[in-house]
């Protein structure tokens, strides 16, 4: 499992991500990507007021997407810094649906 403090990216982290990032899209989320030298995945998920007005569902979205990385455990060793957007109407999907749309997304990256 990862631990989740210690990949977590820093303001400057996402500032570079952000700018200097390729991204990869989903159905209701996209990711922007950068290759690190830390030998680990490290990642922060950003979810917009427009997404919700209210912060309970925003950290719940934020909360599902941090755990499914958790558990599944197979991108420990990725070296990647990773900014997960979320877009549309993610807030009615299930968590099973967002779990398929988030893995197929970062193995776009990983094989690229």
Same mark, same amino acid.
């Given at each position: 499992?990862?631990?989740? @403090?210690?990949?977590?990216?820093?303001?400057?982290?996402?500032? @570079?991500?952000?700018?200097?990032?390729?991204?990869?899209?989903?159905?209701?989320?996209?990711? @922007?990507?950068?290759? #690190?030298?830390? /030998?680990?995945?490290?990642?922060?998920?950003?979810?917009?007021?427009?997404?919700? /007005?209210?912060?309970?569902?925003?950290?719940?979205?934020?909360? %599902?997407? %941090?755990?499914?990385? %958790?558990?599944?455990?197979?991108?420990?060793?990725?070296?990647?810094?990773?900014?997960?957007?979320?877009?549309?109407?993610?807030? #009615?999907?299930?968590?099973?649906?967002?779990?398929?749309?988030?893995?197929?997304?970062?193995? @776009?990256?990983?094989?690229?």
């Amino acid at each position: 499992m990862i631990s989740l @403090k210690r990949n977590r990216l820093k303001n400057e982290d996402i500032r @570079k991500v952000l700018s200097l990032g390729k991204s990869v899209s989903g159905n209701f989320l996209s990711v @922007k990507f950068i290759r #690190n030298n830390i /030998g680990r995945l490290r990642f922060t998920i950003i979810v917009s007021n427009k997404i919700s /007005g209210k912060s309970v569902e925003r950290n719940l979205l934020r909360r %599902r997407i %941090r755990e499914i990385i %958790r558990q599944s455990g197979k991108y420990n060793e990725t070296n990647f810094d990773l900014v997960i957007l979320t877009t549309g109407n993610i807030l #009615n999907k299930s968590r099973e649906e967002i779990k398929r749309v988030l893995e197929a997304t970062i193995n @776009k990256i990983l094989s690229q």
